[in-house]
C-alpha cells in the first residue's frame, strides 16, 4: 500500500513534471482552457497533441476535492453535460463551437484531482480510415472512439465502447492486462485501475456509456520519462 501514491503519481507525471516537460510549455489560450482557470484550475501544460490522426491541443490542471467533487463542476464549466454519476475516474466528452472536447478526469494525490483537457479540431478532410488500436490489450467487441498520442511526455490515450456493463468490462480488461504481462500497482476501484509493465504505467477506466448495457472504456499510457 506504500507504493499506491507514488505510482498513481506516475500518470499524473505526464502532466505535473515541469522540470521533464520545460520544453513544452506555453502561454494557455483558448476559452475551454481558460473556462477551467477561473474555476480554480491551476495549469500544469499545454501541448500540441495528435486526435486520430489530426492535430489538437491538450492542457492539463490540477483540482483541489476528488474527482468525484469535481466532475460535475468541470463539465459545467466547459459547458457539456455533466457525468450521469460521481466515479474515481472518468472521461466526459462534448462540444464548444466547431471544437470537440474530451476531458479526462483522473485521482492524483487525496483529495486532489487531474483534469486533462483535450480540444480537438474538426477533421480537415473525411478520414477514409478507422483509427489505429495503439499497442495496448484490446476487449472483445470494442469499438474504437478515439485515440489521441502525445509525443512530449511518451503517452497514448485510446477510448472505446463495449457491449457489457462497467464491472464485466472491468473485468475482461484486468484478464487482458495482467495476461499481457502487467501488474495492478494500486489496489483498484470500480472505475479506476492502475497498472504497471517496466517503465510503463497504463490507466484503465470504466464507466457507463449514454445507452444502456454499453460501456466506456478508456486507457491512458505512459512510458517512462519524457524525452
Known sequence: MRRARPLLLVIAAAAAATALLADVFR???GSAADRLST?????????????????AEITAFGFSGSP?????????????????SAA???????????????????PAHIDKT??????????????ATEPIWPDLPRPANAELTFTATLAATRATLVTATVPSHPEAAAREMSGLMIAAGW????????????YQRRQATCAVLSQPDDIPGVTRITLLQRIGKSQ
Open 27 to 29: 502561454t494557455l489560450g
Open 39 to 55: 474555476i480554480g484550475g491551476e495549469a500544469v501544460y499545454r501541448s500540441d497533441a495528435t486526435v486520430n490522426g489530426e492535430p
Open 68 to 84: 468525484a467533487e469535481r466532475a460535475a463542476d468541470l463539465s459545467r464549466a466547459l459547458g457539456i453535460a455533466p457525468p450521469q
Open 88 to 106: 474515481d475516474a472518468l472521461l466526459i466528452t462534448g462540444a464548444a463551437g466547431s471544437d470537440l472536447l474530451h476531458l479526462l478526469i483522473l
Open 114 to 127: 487531474l483534469a486533462i483537457l483535450i480540444t480537438q479540431k474538426p477533421p480537415r478532410t473525411h478520414r
Open 183 to 194: 501488474a495492478l500497482a494500486a489496489p483498484p476501484t470500480r472505475s479506476f485501475a492502475l
